[in-house]
Structure formats: structure tokens, C-alpha cells
């Protein structure tokens, strides 16, 4: 049995001035088939009154916090069995008393308050990619680096986003990861060892690593994708000068073209036998609503 995929690349609406970014990243992942459709309609509106950012506020990357006290105040919090209780239903974002901050989470907080200028790149690397370059898929593999760092191995984050790229299946990938961070989470606390310090510079690296796999595949890294990388990742990781994320990618598009990351990028391993059945229900599913 083989995965069902979309034989022609999805191609975002134009973007414009109202268009927004958060439209898109805010909206809950629904099943495989269910996706497809939802991706269709990126060109909903959001009104100047509702953006949180007018356009004007820098994105902050979710993993960055400046205040000592207040995150030990969260994880204190969150330790509290009624209160910690009533702070994560309060919280949209997560993150509250150490919990892994889930995919969904990670939208919420970079679609509101990406910029219009962020939400642009997004739309235009999905114009220049086709269905690989998804502004889902882009955000997934920041997750994976800035969240997944130091409980994910290298090659789980560059085989799942490599499968991810033929499958389409985001739902799937990310409950995946999700257990395979808990499961290391849970390693950790019972030899109370705690997860290594990673530089947000590493967190750039393997965000830029795992984006090349699932959007690029093998492909060179143009001019153009070079300039929007810079903004997409500049905006998770605002804390990192441009100038270092430029340095990155214009070496990887170096190595790229020199052939040196061949060996380096995993090849496409069969959807494993859970993933298939996943997508087969969700088509089961789509079926008999529509014909009800």
C-alpha cells in the first residue's frame, strides 16, 4: 500500500497588503486530505484591528526568554497542581512548567506576531517551491530545531521532514516527533540528567538543514531562496544578527552546489505501516461525509 499524495503542486494566492500570515499558521492542522483543502484557502483576511502586530513588531523567537524570574515563576507555576492546571487551559501558547511547546503552540506565537514583510517571504517561498515549500512545513522544521534540539537526533529530524516531503502527511510527522521528545524527556528524568545548553546559532543551522531537505530535496539554493530563508529565519530566531543566518545560508547553498551535502541529505524511506493506515482513515472519513 502506498501513501496517496497530490499530484500537482499547491500555488498560494497572491499575496497583498492584508494578506497575513497568521490566517494560515493560527488554524489547527487537520488530517491529510482535510489539509489540502484547508491550504486552498490561504487568501482569508485579517483586519488591521486584529493583528496584533500591524505590520510593525518584530517577531521573538518562542524559545528566547530574557527574563530569568519569569521563567522560573513559569516552572513553578506549572508544578502547582491546581494553578498549573488553570495556566495551561488560560495559555494559548504552552510552554507552561517546562511542557514541550507542541507544533501548534509554535504557530500561535510566530503567526501573531510575524510582519507583513515575514508573511510575504513565506507566501513567495511557497510560490517558488511548490507544495514542498508550504509555510507548514517550513515552521515545522524551526520547531523541530528550536524545540527538538537536544532530544531529537540530527538524522530522526532530517528522515522525518524527508519523509514528510513525499508523504504530506504534517499530522502524522508531528505527533511522531512530539513521542520521540517525550520519550527522551523521560530518558533524561529518570538518570536526572538535564538537556544540553544549544546556542541558537546550532538552532539556525539545524532549521536551515531540515528546510533544504523538505523543500529543497536535492535541488540548488537559488538567489532568490536564499533572500527569503534569511527573513523566515530571522523571524523565528530574531536574536541571531542576520548577517550569521546570511553566513549560514550562502555556505550551504556553497556546499549545495559544490556536491558536498549529498551524502549528507537522507534518501526516501517508505511511509512507515501507521502513517499509511492514519491517511487511509482520514480518506475513509472524508469519504463518507461526502457522501452523507
Known sequence: MVAVISSSPLKSPPFTSTTHLFNLLCRPILPFALSLRTALSRSARLSSSSNPCNGKLSVRAYMENSNPFSSFANKVIGSLPVVGLLARIASDEGGVGGDIIDFAEFRRRVGKKSTINDSRAFYEFQDRRG????????????????????????????????????????????????????????????????????????????????????????????????????????????????????????????????????????????????AVQLQMKDLQFLRQNSES
Not at 538535564?194 to 531540515?210: C, N
Request: hydrophobic share 45%.
Open 131 to 274: 507544495r514542498a515549500g508550504d509555510p507548514l512545513y517550513v515552521l515545522l522544521c524551526c520547531w523541530l530545531a528550536a524545540v527538538g534540539a537536544g532530544l531529537l537526533k540530527s538524522e530522526e529530524i532530517l528522515e522525518g521532514v524527508a519523509r514528510l516531503r513525499i508523504s504530506n502527511d504534517i499530522e502524522f510527522e508531528e505527533q511522531n516527533f512530539v513521542a520521540l521528545m517525550g520519550e527522551a524527556k523521560e530518558r533524561r528524568a529518570k538518570v536526572n540528567a538535564k538537556a544540553p545548553s544549544i546556542p541558537m546559532e546550532v538552532r539556525v543551522e539545524k532549521a536551515l538543514d531540515a528546510i533544504y531537505v523538505c523543500c529543497f530535496g536535492e535541488d540548488l539554493i537559488e538567489a532568490e531562496d536564499q533572500a527569503l530563508l534569511q527573513i523566515m529565519l530571522s523571524a523565528v530566531f530574531p536574536s541571531v544578527q542576520q548577517s550569521q543566518i546570511e553566513a549560514m545560508i550562502q555556505d550551504k547553498a556553497r556546499r549545495v552546489a559544490e556536491g558536498e551535502e549529498e551524502g549528507n541529505i537522507p534518501k526516501p524511506k517508505p511511509l512507515p505501516k501507521e
